[in-house]
């Protein structure tokens, strides 16, 4: 369960962003200097946290004051198989070696719900049994643990902020969902269902994540944390909402489905309960501000 060192905001002297380049990280960006948060973004350009340099590199540049946000690493667009688990691994590993030369004042990871094991149970919390079951998330798994022991081990103020699917403009992965469903929709006037579209999931915009790990870098918070607001949704219902946003005729195109019918719903109680005043975007209103400027007038 997420508990704060300050339980009114405090601003920290200096947020360091790493992957300063990606989708979450960009809005994060925004979100910290619109919060007037001094920031410092560190790209892969700068410092690739795969090369045999990055752990020297990343330690040079921390100071005890910064608290240390990770939303790096490599999305299963960029790969699915070991060679990018390894990767990724090693990133993880160059930042554990950072982590103990420099010993920053908080480290905030950004992992995924995919880490919870959703057999057992149609209702997920912080609690939840985690069991990864791909490389992806067997990835996450192993960095919480990994980042986790060495934060431990060197008395660092450590969060885990497991979001739900991210969705939201400038997003480049084209996972099953509002992103892909919006471009096929303004692009071929069709949205593709697999099955009947009828599994569940819940997604939550881009700009609430953010704000959620805002939050955490200010209350200084420790433990796990979902990031998930509203309700889970069909998908059929997502590109309803989807093509209502597109105010236009889109044709809704079904495939067979390849796989087994999985739900997944998230109690949000403990997000709830660690920032009371916190209000997520509606899905409808996200899907409207995502798909802005994407279809043709």
Same mark, same amino acid.
């Given at each position: =369960?997420?508990?704060?060192?300050?339980?009114?905001?405090?601003?920290?002297?200096?947020?360091?962003?790493?992957?300063?380049?990606?989708?979450?990280?960009?809005?994060?960006?925004?979100?910290?200097?619109?919060?007037?948060?001094? %920031?410092?973004?560190?790209?892969?350009?700068?410092?690739?946290?795969?090369?045999?340099?990055?752990?020297?590199?990343?330690?040079?540049?921390?100071?005890?004051?910064?608290?240390? +946000?990770?939303?790096?690493?490599?999305?299963?667009?960029?790969?699915?198989?070991?060679? #990018?688990?390894?990767?990724?691994?090693?990133?993880?590993?160059? =930042?554990?070696?950072?982590? @103990?030369?420099?010993?920053?004042?908080?480290?905030?990871? $950004?992992?995924?719900?995919?880490?919870?094991?959703?057999?057992?149970?149609?209702?997920?919390?912080?609690?939840?049994? #985690?069991?990864?079951?791909?490389?992806?998330?067997? =990835?996450?798994? &192993?960095?919480?643990?990994?980042?986790?022991?060495?934060?431990?081990?060197?008395?660092?103020?450590?969060?885990?902020?497991?979001?739900?699917?991210?969705?939201?403009?400038?997003?480049?992965?084209?996972?099953?969902?509002?992103?892909?469903?919006?471009?096929?929709?303004?692009?071929?006037?069709?949205?593709?269902?697999? @099955?009947?579209?009828?599994?569940?999931?819940?997604?939550?915009? %881009?700009?609430? +994540?953010?704000? $959620?790990?805002?939050?955490? +870098?200010?209350?200084?918070?420790? @433990?796990?944390?979902?990031?998930?607001?509203?309700?889970?949704?069909?998908?059929?219902?997502?590109?309803?909402?989807?093509?209502?946003?597109?105010?236009?005729?889109?044709?809704?195109?079904?495939?067979?489905?390849?796989?087994?019918? #999985?739900?997944?719903?998230?109690?949000?109680?403990?997000? $709830?309960?660690?920032?009371?005043?916190?209000?997520? #975007?509606?899905? *409808?209103?996200?899907? *409207?501000?995502?798909? &802005?400027?994407?279809?043709? &007038?």
């Amino acid at each position: =369960m997420l508990t704060h060192a300050f339980a009114n905001p405090v601003q920290p002297s200096r947020v360091v962003i790493l992957g300063a380049g990606g989708f979450l990280a960009t809005e994060l960006l925004r979100v910290l200097k619109s919060a007037a948060v001094p %920031v410092r973004p560190v790209s892969s350009q700068e410092i690739d946290l795969t090369g045999a340099s990055a752990a020297e590199k990343v330690a040079a540049l921390l100071q005890p004051d910064d608290s240390v +946000v990770m939303p790096a690493g490599l999305t299963p667009d960029r790969g699915r198989d070991v060679g #990018t688990l390894m990767k990724n691994l090693r990133m993880g590993e160059n =930042m554990c070696v950072a982590l @103990g030369r420099s010993s920053p004042a908080h480290f905030v990871y $950004i992992s995924s719900d995919g880490v919870y094991d959703a057999r057992f149970s149609s209702l997920l919390d912080e609690e939840s049994t #985690t069991e990864p079951t791909d490389l992806y998330t067997l =990835m996450h798994t &192993a960095r919480e643990r990994m980042l986790g022991q060495t934060c431990r081990e060197r008395r660092i103020p450590f969060t885990v902020v497991r979001p739900v699917a991210i969705y939201g403009p400038g997003d480049t992965h084209n996972s099953y969902g509002p992103n892909r469903f919006i471009r096929t929709a303004a692009k071929d006037g069709k949205i593709t269902l697999f @099955g009947g579209g009828e599994e569940t999931r819940q997604h939550v915009f %881009v700009s609430d +994540v953010a704000e $959620i790990l805002r939050l955490c +870098v200010v209350h200084r918070s420790t @433990g796990p944390i979902n990031a998930v607001t509203g309700d889970a949704i069909s998908f059929r219902g997502l590109a309803d909402l989807v093509a209502e946003a597109a105010g236009r005729s889109v044709v809704m195109e079904y495939l067979p489905r390849a796989n087994p019918i #999985t739900h997944r719903q998230f109690d949000p109680a403990a997000l $709830i309960k660690a920032f009371p005043h916190f209000r997520g #975007t509606p899905l *409808a209103a996200g899907l *409207a501000r995502t798909a &802005a400027g994407m279809f043709p &007038a």
